[in-house]
């Protein structure tokens, strides 16, 4: 979301000093949420999260530029019961400086079977592959349209599929009635041949392709003082077109805060899980958390 709108909304807060209401009921799939605190001052603004297979592993990204990694306790209901943090890390750029200011809006998250990671930015719309997080950045070269997308809304979500393809998405379309063009780079070549119909008010913010290889896509809504709706839907992925697309689950209006980030995974019950992330934006009404929910298989 661009800094703009969360600056008239603080205004906003501050003006009218409101309260929040009572939390609506979640939907069907609901395991829990779990609140994230640091005293570290690089945390907030988280952006992507991933969950290693078993459910226990961590990766976090902020869109600031910096990154953290943990490990994850769970009872035996797989409800999460405590995180514990490595300190947040600057991303660097091409060499060991890190991520200049202006350049560093991180926004998505997607690692390879073989431990590569890739990031999408909003700002400077690219792509960065990093062999290791703590290592030197990667240019990827970008689609034509890169420089073209609109600031602030560009490359949100991004995804790795089975055969190492990446698949990134901005989190605008242009306009009310366009698709979302998906850009899909295989083999170093770009296309974009894929699209994802823009649903009434909602746009996306965060992909994985879950273990059972179908693409699964975050949207986010936001109704300013009411605060955040989100949607969570997945499909399969053709050569030239998306299957059907089914909406599994919609939260109510002020549910969840500001969720941003998906990693989809198989609990130890068998069972498909979604874990998302909220960004706080590094403002003190909203919170950082991990909101998880078992999904139909």
């Known amino acids: 979301m661009s800094r703009r709108s969360f600056s008239a909304l603080v205004a906003a807060f501050a003006a009218l000093g409101l309260q929040g209401s009572a939390a609506p009921k979640p939907p069907a799939g609901f395991v829990a949420a779990f609140e994230l605190k640091s005293d570290d001052p690089l945390f ?56 200049s200011v202006g350049r560093n809006d991180s926004e998505g998250l997607a690692i ?35 420089p073209r997308l609109q600031r602030n809304s560009a490359l ?56 059972d290889g179908r693409l699964y896509v975050l949207l986010r809504q936001f109704h300013g003082l009411m605060g955040f709706s989100s949607k969570l839907i997945r499909t399969t992925v053709g050569e030239d077109a998306l299957g059907p697309i089914e909406v599994l689950f919609e939260s109510a209006v002020g549910l969840h805060d500001n969720l941003e980030g998906l990693s989809v995974w198989r609990d130890g019950a068998g ?9 706080d934006n590094f403002l003190s009404f909203l919170s950082s958390g991990i909101v998880e929910y078992t999904l139909p298989d």
């Open 44 to 99: 907030g603004g988280l952006s992507a999260i991933d969950v290693s297979d078993d459910g226990t592993g961590l990766t976090l990204l902020s869109d600031q530029g910096s990154y953290a990694t943990g490990t994850v306790a769970r009872n035996s209901a797989g409800q999460i019961t405590g995180v514990q943090l490595s300190p947040f890390a600057r991303l660097k750029a091409l060499g060991d400086a890190p991520l």
């Open 271 to 279: 069972h498909l899980r979604a874990s998302m992330v909220a960004d």
């Open 112 to 146: 390879g079977a073989d431990g590569v990671s890739y990031i999408s930015f909003e700002g400077v719309a690219r792509l960065l592959r990093y062999a290791r997080l703590d290592g030197s950045a990667e240019n990827l070269e970008g689609h034509p349209d890169f």
């Open 156 to 211: 949100e979500a991004l995804a790795i599929d089975g055969d190492g393809a990446l698949y990134t998405m901005p989190e605008r379309s242009g306009a009310a009635d366009r698709p979302f063009l998906i850009y899909r780079l295989r083999g170093g070549v770009w296309d974009t041949a894929l699209s994802l119909p823009r649903p009434d008010g909602f746009m996306p913010v965060s992909a994985d392709f879950g273990p």
